[in-house]
């Protein structure tokens, strides 16, 4: 049972590039979220997709946007970039049931760590 | 505004005593509290949960206390061992928000020594 798998592991980009990173979420999981986590910091929460749709995004600037594709599989766009997006950014999956989300534990990849010099 | 503090940025315990991880929150909003454990180079891995209506829940050599009036939690871990090594994250969930968004602690790196 394949867990959730992101791509690339690394990359570097330089400021005011464009970045697009990839996601698919544990099998039997309909939900993805992306979390941003700098260094020595917590994971903080950009925005989460169901069906399809942005369900919930958290205080990130409109430069993050994302997709969700009918496999339930996620990318996260990020434009015009900044130093201070360097991180590292994990994508969680979950299960959202049926119309209510039935598994608080989210399952999430080991990350794409995003360097932009 | 950090609505979840992991105040202590690492802990070093010897192998075979306890460790307590403390965690305090501010948002009487949230119901429901995970702890999360992440090794170098991995995502985090879920650990354990507690919902607000209760104050203790175990799981094998893991136990997590909430004290609602304090907004406080913990973790133990009896007895410690040199595989639990690693950075441990807090997070906590509003209430009516099943399944979304999870606000983190700035976590806590364990060290287990032999």
């Known amino acids: 049972d394949a867990g959730v798998t992101q791509s690339p592991t690394h990359l570097i980009k330089t400021r005011g590039q464009q970045v697009t990173l990839r996601c698919s979420p544990k099998?039997?999981?309909?939900?993805v979220s992306w979390y941003q986590q700098a260094l020595g910091q917590g994971p903080q929460f950009i925005f989460q997709y169901y069906e399809e749709e942005e369900r919930q995004r958290g205080n990130f600037p409109d430069r993050f946007s994302g997709h969700q594709f009918p496999n339930y599989s996620s990318e996260l766009n990020v434009n015009a970039l900044l130093l201070g997006d360097s991180a590292l950014y994990l994508c969680?999956?979950?299960?959202f049931g049926t119309g209510r989300a039935t598994n608080e534990k989210l399952f999430f990849g080991s990350g794409t760590q995003l360097s932009v010099l | 505004d950090q609505q979840v503090k992991q105040n202590s940025p690492s802990l070093s315990v010897q192998e075979g005593r306890i460790s307590i991880l403390n965690c305090d929150y501010t948002?009487?909003?949230?119901?429901?509290f995970l702890w999360y454990k992440k090794y170098p180079a991995e995502g985090p891995t879920f650990l354990i949960s507690i919902s607000s209506i209760k104050d203790k829940n175990e799981d094998g050599r893991f136990t997590v206390f909430l004290n609602k009036s304090a907004k406080h939690l913990s973790l133990h871990i009896v007895p410690s061992q040199p595989g639990d090594s690693a950075v441990y994250f807090c997070a906590a969930r509003k209430g009516g928000n099943q399944g979304g968004k999870l606000i983190f602690g700035q976590g806590t790196e364990l060290s287990v020594k032999p």
């Open positions: 948002n009487s909003m949230f119901d429901y």
């Open positions: 969680a999956s979950s299960s």
């Open positions: 099998s039997g999981h309909d939900t």
